[in-house]
């Protein structure tokens, strides 16, 4: 069961980056995402329309309080992963980390408040080098799942691709 | 010897993905990043900057025709492989394109054309759901170089980060 919180979202400015976090959770096994900083109507609706045709019940849910979530879920016994290129290395990390079977991983915005490195159960680094949170969240999903989140199954889909050589093979239960 | 070829940039909306694609790409043990669409200096200049800072010889450059580029590299010898959602299975293919030496990864945008397709040595798919094109080039960088990129050293860094458990160890040689 993971679960990820994606911190600070802004209205337009990171409509594409944040739904790129929702949508590699999904594909890559996790169940849900929580988003901070602006309400995002629209953001919410392009993640559910993927979920409605591609199947799964992975959910996007907002919160006003993120540090409040992370308290409720560390209540609940989740392992609290912050990614951050100034953490511990994910390569000698991951197989203590994989024993907790609930995790909430954190994704931050350009800011994150210090008080997030304090609660998190670990600051995680996938490499200390500058790049994106979508490449460090899928990474951390895969080494997590130790890739067997490739082969999922989604439940429902109104979509499904057929792994093909060349063009497209979609068959479509709409 | 890994390079990236990202298509169709589009000037303003796509200057946050294309640049989480570059500095992904560098930071994952890709050499190079060419892209196509329209061109942008302030992207270039934004990758450029973290390279100045954090070091490595990574390079930016725009290709105005990426057809052509894709046939000079295949006369080169590269393999070149398109990520897309309808492609092969990552898992499955991956042993095989390891054993080439110089590869060209091509990731899309919204719709890639179908001469792409045609000239890419394998399609391929990181899942086939649909996510985030940084996610599958971090998932098919990970998995070519096999976990080994997430310790490379970038040589003439100003900023070096140093794993940390709480907060940020950074050293600055500027």
């Given at each position: 069961?993971i679960?990820?919180l994606?911190l600070?979202?802004?209205?337009k400015?990171d ?8 949508l590699?959770s999904?594909a ?5 995402i929580?988003?901070?900083?602006q309400h995002?109507?629209s953001?919410?609706?392009?993640v559910?329309?993927i979920v409605s ?5 992975f ?5 006003k ?5 992370i ?10 992963v ?6 511990l290395?994910?390569?000698k990390e991951?197989?203590?980390i ?8 954190v994704v ?7 008080e997030?490195?304090h609660?998190a159960?670990i ?7 500058p ?7 899928s990474?951390?999903?895969?080494e997590?799942?130790?890739?067997k ?7 429902n889909?109104?979509?499904i691709?057929?792994?093909a050589?060349i063009?497209?093979n ?5």
């Amino acid at each position: 069961m993971i679960e990820v919180l994606r911190l600070s979202h802004r209205l337009k400015r990171d409509v594409r980056v944040s739904t790129h976090c929702a949508l590699s959770s999904r594909a890559l096994g996790a169940s849900k995402i929580y988003y901070s900083g602006q309400h995002d109507s629209s953001y919410e609706d392009s993640v559910n329309k993927i979920v409605s045709n591609w199947g799964g019940d992975f959910t996007i849910e907002y919160v006003k309080n993120p540090i409040e979530l992370i308290k409720a879920k560390k209540r609940e016994n989740y392992f609290v992963v912050h990614l951050t290129c100034y953490g511990l290395e994910l390569n000698k990390e991951i197989t203590k980390i994989r024993r907790n079977k609930k995790i909430l991983v954190v994704v931050g915005s350009e800011k994150v408040p210090p008080e997030i490195y304090h609660l998190a159960d670990i600051n995680l680094s996938v490499t200390n080098q500058p790049h994106s949170e979508i490449a460090a969240l899928s990474l951390f999903l895969h080494e997590y799942f130790q890739g067997k989140e490739m082969n999922l199954k989604f439940k429902n889909a109104k979509i499904i691709v057929k792994p093909a050589k060349i063009g497209k093979n979609v068959i479509k239960n709409l």
